[in-house]
């Protein structure tokens, strides 16, 4: 007698599927990296139809969430090995990171955000006084502190 399906095998597969493997990790696998003054992250959401995806930001915390729907139709499935269902990944920004500005698009199966730095934390140049303008600048203190 033949064996359609292999226990053993399906609940490798399931497990896999929960907990992911180094290869293939159960969440919505990403990149992330910094050009110039803002960031870039991409997720990897192949065959996501763009409606199903949803891209919120709770004070410093971005979510993502992405469906990839069961199949209702009345065929019989003779592999499935693409995870369906909902997926979320959050992500935690640092303070220096401007999440009112964040930009996104979902092209060829990539989610990528971009999102810039916040102006109080680019860098900036700071004006050093010296010799008699820096005299001129504590003599005028003083004089503000003696008349208030």
Known sequence: MLMRTDPFRDLDRLTRQLLGTASQPAVMPMDAWQEGERFVVEFDLPGINPDSLDLDVDRNVLTVHA?????????????????RGVFSRQLFLGENL?????????????????????????????????????????????SKQIDT
């Open 98 to 142: 401007d999440t009112e500005h964040v930009d996104a698009s979902y092209d060829a199966g990539v989610l990528r955000l971009t999102i810039p730095l916040a102006e109080q934390a680019k860098p900036r140049k700071i004006e050093i006084s010296s010799g008699e303008s820096a005299k001129e600048v504590g003599h005028k203190q003083e």
């Open 67 to 83: 469906e990839r729907p069961v199949r209702e139709g009345g065929e019989e499935m003779i592999a499935a090995e693409r995870p």
